[in-house]
Antibody
Framework: EVQLVESGGGLVQPGGSLSLSCAASGFTLVNHWMGWVRQAPGKGLEWVANIAPSGGAKYYVDSLKGRFTISRDNAKNLVFLQMNSLRAEDLAVYYC??????????????WGQGTLVTVSS | QTVVTQEPSFSVSPGGTVTLTCGLTSGSVSTNNHPSWYQQTPGQAPRTLIYNTNTRSSGVPDRFSGSFLGNKAALTITGAQADDECDYYCILNLGSGIWVFGGGTKLTVL
């Protein structure tokens, strides 16, 4: 079964850092683009970042460039999101996603169950 | 800045048909944007519904279908059921590695 399991969420003070992990199983991680999506309470989905299969290419939503860093360890089947200088508005559930390439199109499948990041003093 | 547009809310009667759309504030949605659709019930992670215009993800009932409607991508639910009442999101590729979700449509079935 293809599965993504996030961990590392929790409570952090404003200005602090947090590192999220995503454990991938049931598929060959190195064959896929991976990414993160977040959802603030009561709000819609926001794409955060993607990383290429080799880790060589990384893309971010403009508003988070410079504060968040996506990375991966294909040998350990892990994807990471390092979040620095956290702000109250970063409060959200963070979902790990796998990008599927099918018929020359990309789509997200599956989604992890999400991990909650709370930024508060 | 290009924004992905969705109807904030929509209402459909049980058994009825509803079409949700996904557009761009600048330009038309095409296959180059890789539109796909996701369903989310409260408290749950999103679920993949439709991709490749009209390919249903595994386990998705055939009452869900996708298409292009004018200059937008569209999701149609034919024969809406009570448990279709939830939020629906589309995502588009805007080029240069950037993806943007629409604001989501809250569907009410009543």
């Amino acid at each position: 079964e293809v599965q993504l399991v996030e961990s590392g969420g929790g409570l952090v003070q404003p200005g602090g850092s947090l590192s999220l992990s995503c454990a991938a199983s049931g598929f060959t991680l190195v064959n896929h683009w991976m990414g993160w999506v977040r959802q603030a309470p009561g709000k819609g989905l926001e794409w955060v970042a993607n990383i290429a299969p080799s880790g060589g290419a990384k893309y971010y939503v403009d508003s988070l460039k410079g504060r968040f860093t996506i990375s991966r360890d294909n040998a350990k089947n892990l994807v990471f999101l390092q979040m620095n200088s956290l702000r109250a508005e970063d409060l959200a559930v963070y979902y790990c996603i796998r990008w599927q390439y099918s018929g020359a199109w990309y789509h997200i499948d599956p989604w992890g169950q999400g991990t909650l990041v709370t930024v508060s003093s | 800045q290009t924004v992905v547009t969705q109807e904030p809310s929509f209402s459909v009667s049980p058994g009825g048909t509803v079409t949700l759309t996904c557009g761009l504030t600048s330009g038309s949605v095409s296959t180059n944007n890789h539109p796909s659709w996701y369903q989310q019930t409260p408290g749950q992670a999103p679920r993949t519904l439709i991709y490749n215009t009209n390919t249903r993800s595994s386990g998705v009932p055939d009452r869900f279908s996708g298409s292009f409607l004018g200059n937008k991508a569209a999701l149609t639910i034919t024969g809406a059921q009570a448990d279709d009442e939830c939020d629906y999101y589309c995502i588009l590729n805007l080029g240069s590695g950037i993806w943007v979700f629409g604001g989501g449509t809250k569907l009410t079935v009543l």
